[in-house]
């Protein structure tokens, strides 16, 4: 079926190979050239972009006549009607700040004004790029609304849009130049560490809220489109470097270096090359927090403190059970003591990538057959189940794609392997257990604090001479031992005994669209489809794929027609997308959105739009085999539940009543015979039921405005979104003997034989959410731009009604973010300035759960233009006031970044 449709579409493609070439020059009303204009074919995908002296060269199949559409940020869009070949023109741009002109893609999968997109979209362009107050192109991207970006470290950031989103962001989907850079293990982008140079970056789109109905299941809570400069209209050497520190209170002052350099020449009118090379390297973030997980008040000097930076206090027991039941024994839980998680990794941060591309035109026309490549190295920490330093992580991606103004053909393979990767949680916890196991460890404890009451010692007195006994020989950090049995944990990765994180997963992606808009003039109808297999292959460290890797597959196929009315003030769009998991039933998500443009000058729009999305459950849902230490992760995949096989020890009082020393315990345990964790913990144990996990759906209505009122620019939108069968994490106890809701399994509990487990599962109770965007720009007082934006947003949800159900909203309700800046305050000077803030809000993971302080943060920059040298140089900071924050629960605290930088022929 895959190769049929490929072929289809490929045949589709070799319509025309006619040849049209255009050529001019873009000038401003003083007939200076303008750089970096976007002239494109009217209604098409295809186009080039003037050079630094304003000229471009246009090649395409398309016969005269047609129209030419030229856009550049800070001016009103013209056209240019060509009517015969080798037409040469001169376009003159007048000065206008408006985003609306601004050309995307994205929103309907063909190029359209943001002012008539039919639904909510975000541009991050070439002037927005150069300008950015952030310390780089994606950072940048927090001051759009709508939008949050988590930082996990200081190379690895998490974007959020519209709720419900941990650090791995499964609901969220990335592509660069038409690829999912999703990590095949993780299933979710690492943001731009492995990502693109800012010298190659054309542009960056996203679109908040649903779009499965055009861009399958993955797009389910947002989407994010960076598209790369074409070495046909970019040639040349260009690049950047940026030298600055990294403030911190906790790791203090460290140096800060990002180096990009992007090499590509045109050789010809049929063929092109371009190759780019980006390494940062830093100190990351230190996360240094002591204070208890669990919010008791505890410190070290309590019995039972889990710290949420420190790691191998997880290991705690109720040493009168540990006992046998002595009564001289106190009935209370004590955790060994664990590591700083400072004393765990180096806070190495670095990014090395590259990528290269060789782009071939048979024709010299729009007609295009490329190769892409990219690989990736990086270290930096990674916030999940629990903290992992990611070492020396190494991605890969190879596409092959063909492609006109009216299709493309296009498919790729995604490959990661896990380096150095540990688990610094299970490192704390394996490093305590290589000097003593923690029956030894209990043992001592129990045995010293028994002497000790016999010897007229009091409880206090007690505990402290029996914690001292038991850390005899406890391996310090820095010493020989300690090193020894920390390098000895990362290199093993049988988490009873070491820490070591192994993957080597891969992804196949096909997928294909053809726009039949040349065809026929009724409306513009296109098709496509998708194909793709995941192959996961952690060893059995992640996934229960002991015995060879897991694969399944699944296909996609969507329909889009879009008509205008009433002398093109009306626009309907209808999506239609039918989607298939080999696991689970299909699917179809329709879309439809209308847009009407209003006022005798049409400078307003209004827009509406109704989707249903959905999202199939992503392969660690389905597959994983993991014990997190608190609780064994376990996928609901029909074929995983006896998969993962379990031992555990019976406890002395269990085997006096019968049990057996050790038992065996399925993953399908979790499912069909466990108990809720707060029935268990209110001393009730009610059964729980937990259903095995299906695929996720959500409709979403979407209300907008886009307009301009005089200078001012105005973009406000407001979205409902209802769940249904919501996708989240169950906890259960599972009893090590008997069946759920008889005596023999509650004695199990009382008896305290039973096993944490996270079950993964949907949701029966209601989850809505809802909120609001409202964007305000103008360009006032000769060219000082001033912007500013409001996002609200909501979780209806009962909570308390559902005790044990996780949704991870963590998203703050009101956020204010606000710039100001002037590219030209006086010759060949400008800056920018932006402020935004946060207000306070719950984050809740599978790692810890507790409040994120409001925070308010200011960026600067100002830069100054070399044109003889073609240069520009930058002083920048970000937190320039040093007021730190995080945006979640358990990371360390993000400090100031300082920087000077130089970039160098970057149109």
Do not use: C
């Amino acid at each position: 079926m895959r190769t049929v449709m490929l072929l289809s579409f490929l045949m589709f493609g070799l319509v025309s190979y006619g040849q049209t070439i255009v050529k001019g020059k873009i000038v401003d009303l003083n007939g200076q050239p303008i750089p970096g204009a976007n002239i494109v074919i009217t209604g098409k995908a295809i186009g080039t972009v003037s050079d630094f002296d304003g000229l471009f060269t246009l090649n395409t199949s398309e016969e005269p006549p047609f129209t030419l559409q030229i856009t550049s940020i800070g001016y009103v869009s013209a056209q240019s009607k060509i009517t015969q070949n080798n037409q040469n023109i001169t376009v003159t741009l007048n000065e206008e700040e408006t985003f609306l002109d601004e050309v995307v893609i994205s929103a309907s999968r063909t190029p359209e004004r943001i002012f008539e997109s039919p639904v909510t979209v975000e541009r991050f362009g070439l002037k927005e790029i150069k300008n950015t107050a952030s310390a780089d192109f994606y950072d940048g991207l927090e001051n759009l609304k709508g939008v949050d970006i988590n930082t996990n470290s200081l190379t690895f950031k998490s974007i959020n849009t519209r709720g419900f989103a941990t650090f791995a962001n499964t609901r969220f989907m990335q592509l660069v130049d038409g690829m999912d850079n999703s990590a095949p293990a993780l299933n979710f982008p690492l943001g731009n560490l492995l990502g693109m140079t800012e010298t190659d970056v054309q542009s960056v789109e996203l679109l908040p809220g649903a779009a499965s109905a055009l861009y399958g299941a993955n797009a389910f809570n947002g989407i994010l489109f960076m598209r790369s400069k074409s070495p046909f209209e970019y040639s040349g050497i260009s690049g950047y470097i940026k030298k600055g520190i990294t403030s911190q209170e906790a790791s203090g002052d460290n140096e800060y270096t990002d180096f990009g350099i992007r090499a590509a020449h045109k050789f010809s009118d049929k063929f092109a090359a371009k190759v780019n090379f980006g390494y940062l390297k830093g100190t990351d973030w230190a996360a240094d927090n002591m204070t208890d997980k669990l919010g008791r008040g505890y410190t070290r000097a309590n019995l039972d403190y889990d710290g949420i930076n420190v790691y191998g206090d997880e290991v705690s027991g109720n040493i009168r059970d540990l006992s046998g039941g002595l009564g001289i024994i106190p009935d209370v839980t004590v955790s060994r003591t664990g590591y700083r998680e400072t004393d765990l990794t180096d806070y190495n941060a670095e990014s090395i990538k590259a990528d290269w591309g060789l782009y071939y035109r048979p024709w010299g026309n729009d007609f295009e057959i490329a190769y892409v490549g990219k690989v990736g190295s990086g270290s930096t920490i990674y916030q999940g189940l629990n903290r992992y330093a990611i070492d020396n992580f190494f991605l890969q991606q190879h596409k092959l794609e063909i492609r006109n103004d009216n299709f493309f053909v296009r498919g790729y393979i995604t490959e990661d392997k896990a380096g150095d990767s540990y688990d610094m949680v299970f490192t704390g916890i394996n490093i305590n257990r290589a000097w003593k196991s923690d029956r030894q460890w209990f043992g001592d404890y129990i045995n010293t604090y028994a002497a000790a009451s016999f010897g007229g010692a009091n409880e206090t007195q007690a505990h402290a001479l029996a914690r001292a006994k038991a850390e005899e020989g406890r391996y310090l950090p820095g010493t020989p031992e300690f090193n020894a049995a920390f390098n000895k944990s990362i290199n093993d990765p049988d988490l009873t005994t070491g820490s070591k994180f192994q993957d080597n997963s891969k992804i196949y992606h096909a997928d294909a669209n053809y726009n039949f808009s040349h065809l026929t003039d009724i409306a513009e109808i296109q098709l496509g489809g998708s194909f793709r297999t995941y192959s996961l292959n952690s060893f059995g460290t992640i996934y229960t794929d002991y015995d060879g890797p897991i694969d399944y597959s699944e296909v996609g196929v969507y329909t889009q027609i879009q008509k205008k009315f009433f002398d093109e003030k009306l626009k309907l769009t209808g999506s239609v997308r039918y989607d298939k998991s080999e696991l689970f039933d299909g699917f179809v998500s329709p879309r439809l959105s209308v847009g009407y443009t209003i006022g005798e000058m049409e400078r307003h729009n209004i827009r509406a739009s109704v989707q249903t999305g959905f999202r199939n459950p992503t392969t660690q849902d389905l597959f994983i085999g993991l014990d997190a230490g608190r609780a064994i992760l376990v996928g609901s995949a029909k074929t995983n539940l006896d998969r993962d096989v379990r031992t555990f020890e019976v406890s002395a009082s269990g085997q006096a009543q019968g049990q057996p020393a050790t038992v065996d315990i399925l993953g399908r345990d979790a499912y069909e015979n466990s108990y809720t964790v707060s029935s268990v913990l209110a001393g009730a144990p009610v059964a729980s039921d937990v259903e095995l996990v299906k695929p996720e759906q959500v409709t979403s209505l979407e209300l907008g405005y886009r307009g301009k009122i005089d200078r001012l620019i105005v973009d406000v939108s407001g979205y409902y979104n209802q769940y249904q069968d919501f996708i989240s994490q169950e906890a259960v106890f599972v009893p090590f003997y008997g069946k759920v809701g008889e005596s023999e399994s509650l004695a199990a509990i009382q008896n305290n034989d039973f096993k944490a487990y996270s079950a993964y599962t949907n949701s029966d109770a209601a989850v809505n959410s809802y909120g609001a965007a409202l964007g305000l720009s103008a360009s006032v007082f000769n060219g000082f731009d001033l912007s500013a934006n409001y996002t609200f947003s909501k979780l209806d949800f009962d909570q308390a009604g559902n005790p044990d159900f996780q949704t991870n909203f963590n998203t703050p309700e009101h956020k204010v973010k606000a710039s100001i800046g002037n590219t030209n305050l006086f010759k060949d000077f400008g800056f920018n300035v932006a402020w935004r803030w946060t207000d306070t809000y719950y984050w809740e993971a599978t790692f810890g759960s507790g409040d994120v302080p409001s925070f308010h943060v200011v960026d600067a920059q100002i830069n100054y233009q070399v044109p003889s040298i073609k240069s520009t140089f930058k002083a920048g900071a970000a937190n320039v006031l040093g007021q730190e924050y995080f945006t979640a629960f358990g990371t360390g605290n993000i400090g100031s970044q300082f920087y000077l930088s130089w970039t160098i022929n970057n149109l």
